[in-house]
């Protein structure tokens, strides 16, 4: 028998991870349900009552004209959309291993029917080992499917409250395929409309240099444009500032780059001053590797996931410009000056990545060839590219530059196009833009998934007797049918606007999301908020929990 496949699973600090996961995952779905769901039933309606207790005029326009019958419409529709679920009807998915009984005994323990838990393994020698162990069980009704978990996906109709993917390898990895399968959950809408997607993925090995300067060199090229860089002081864990606004660079060697292309930008005493966010991350790596784990996750849920799914059908011609005609235009983000503004702040931020990574370039920063074979490998898993990671740059220029240019907007964009938000809308909060109107409508064809921030909770270890550490998240998203299907489609939307009682309602609905995402994600629904962040708290991420008692 090879080492593999006399592994075994039980271990004492693996079972309480596995037990703490699956036993959070259910409750989310069961009693815990209504507050899984990122807008609560009662949002509305508290948000209105807070307006009136506001002297700014807007506000009190919002408390006389929201008027109590679309709130409770409102909330019967978000009723009818989240429902009530009890263990016995959550359907689960995961990954067998040779000892598919652990998590099945888990599950059942949690009232979880075995009629309701799909379990999948390639290996054949591992399937073998999983039958067995299923048989010797007695218990009857387990799926047990040789084949790929995101094959099953792709291949079926099937959706699923729980996902567990215990990956045990790095995210991502060249030979697990890790981050392909994450993205082809969300690309296939595996997840439930209100689902738990549960990860485990270990860390690289820190002692490889090439490894550890590889994937240092991603995460700090991915964190760097985020609005927020996770923190800590002393026991607290915060979302502080971005590593922008500390004044850091990504690293050294896209600044050479920058240096080449201006030398006005570098001085050789201001070099040796510089902090490379970079450094800290290599330095300081289990911290960073596990805010970008999560960080990534939220990205394709929202992002990347529903725009290669949308661009792929015959949808996107109705709302867009051609694929092939938006992939010469959009290349401007990147080649023309007049579109620096991109390369600030954290609206662009997946362009900005690309860019420190030279994924798109003509290999401009000096990096060896292995980080870029490592960049385009991130690349070709990230969206399903056949090898081409050009591909994958344009069908995320694609959201950014929709985004952005009203002109590559067709039929089902015109009413969200021409609608008159600055005249016809209530300056809130934020002064109100095209931002409220494109991505609920991107949103309603695109199907994206939103992390509940406040509701995931993320826990780190060592398993006994191995050395590897783990970083297991366990995430509730949410396609939040009950705000983007409040309004009408693109064609009509314009119709529903106009009704001011109907226009207040979607956009305090709306706010939930905004303040859920306000530290995490500037990318889509910039400025959308309607309350003063100081009366409603955004959503922040919960420490990193680490099951070995270390702080």
């Known amino acids: 028998m090879n080492k593999r496949s006399s592994t075994s699973y039980r271990q004492p600090t693996k079972t309480i991870a596995r037990t703490l996961a699956l036993t959070h995952a259910v409750k989310l779905l069961t009693t815990r349900r209504q507050k899984a769901a990122i807008a609560a039933k009662s949002y509305v309606r508290k948000a209105r009552d807070l307006c009136s207790t506001l002297n700014y005029g807007e ?3 919002v408390a006389t004209h929201c008027l109590d019958r679309d709130v409770k419409a409102w909330e019967d529709f978000r009723t009818s959309v989240v429902g009530r679920l009890n263990a016995r009807d959550l359907t689960i998915a995961y990954l067998a291993g040779p000892e598919p009984t652990n998590d099945i005994m888990t599950l059942l323990d949690l009232g979880v029917r075995a009629e309701n838990i799909w379990a999948f393994e390639v290996s054949d020698v591992e399937f073998e080992r999983a039958i067995k162990d299923v048989r010797d069980s007695n218990i009857r009704g387990i799926k047990l499917i040789k084949m790929k978990m995101e094959e099953y996906f792709a291949a079926t109709p099937r959706r699923f409250d729980v996902i567990y ?3 045990c390898a790095t995210f991502p990895s060249n030979e697990k395929k890790t981050l392909q399968v994450v993205s082809s959950i969300f690309r296939n809408s595996a997840l439930n409309p209100l689902g738990v997607l ?6 690289p090995d820190k002692n ?3 490894d550890l300067k ?3 060199h991603l995460i700090a090229s991915y964190l760097y444009p985020k609005r927020t860089l996770d923190a800590r002081s002393g026991k607290i864990f915060y979302a502080g500032c971005s590593a922008e606004e500390h004044g850091m660079s990504v690293s050294e ?17 201001n070099d040796l001053d510089s902090e490379y966010l970079f450094d800290k991350v290599a330095s300081n790596f289990d911290f960073y590797y596990g805010s970008y784990i999560t960080r990534q996750i939220m990205d394709i849920g929202a992002i990347t996931a529903p ?7 015959k949808l996107w011609d109705n709302m867009f410009v051609r694929r092939e005609d938006l992939a010469v235009s959009s290349r401007k983000y990147f080649l023309n000056d007049e579109f620096s503004y991109i390369h600030e702040g954290g609206n662009f931020s997946l362009l900005r990545t690309i860019d420190f990574l030279d994924i798109h370039k003509d290999k401009k920063i000096p990096y060896p060839d292995s980080a870029r074979t490592f960049f385009r490998r991130w690349m070709n898993q990230l969206i399903e590219t056949n090898g081409d990671e050009n591909r994958g740059v344009e069908t995320i220029l694609a959201f950014y530059a929709c985004k952005d240019d009203r002109s590559l907007w067709r039929a089902g964009m015109l009413d969200v196009r021409d609608f008159k938000y600055r005249l016809e809308m209530p300056q809130l909060c934020d002064v109100p833009t095209e931002e409220l109107g494109f991505y609920p409508v991107f949103a309603q064809f695109s199907y994206p998934a939103h992390l509940n921030v406040k509701e995931a909770k993320r826990f780190t270890y060592v398993a006994d007797g191995k050395k590897n550490r783990m970083f297991l998240d366990v995430l509730p998203f949410d396609e939040c049918r009950y705000i983007y299907d409040w309004l009408s489609s693109g064609h009509l939307v314009a119709g529903d606007l106009e009704v001011m009682s109907t226009q207040l309602t979607f956009r ?5 999301l905004v303040k859920n995402n306000h530290n995490y994600q500037d990318d889509f629904l910039y400025g959308g908020h309607a309350l003063p962040i100081n009366l409603i708290e955004e959503g922040s991420l919960k420490k990193r929990i680490d099951l070995n008692g270390n702080s």
Do not use: C
């Not at 549960?198 to 860390?203: D, G, H, L, V, Y």
């Open 208 to 210: 490889n240099e090439l």
């Open 165 to 167: 993917f215990d990956a």
């Open 508 to 512: 305090l609905a709306l706010d939930a």
């Open 59 to 61: 506000y009190k326009l």
């Open 214 to 216: 590889n994937y240092s």
């Open 253 to 269: 060697t896209t600044m050479h780059s920058l240096a080449e292309d201006d030398p006005a930008e570098s001085d050789g005493e």
């Open 307 to 313: 725009t290669e799914r949308l661009i792929s059908s």
């Open 198 to 203: 549960i990860t485990n993925f270990s860390a």
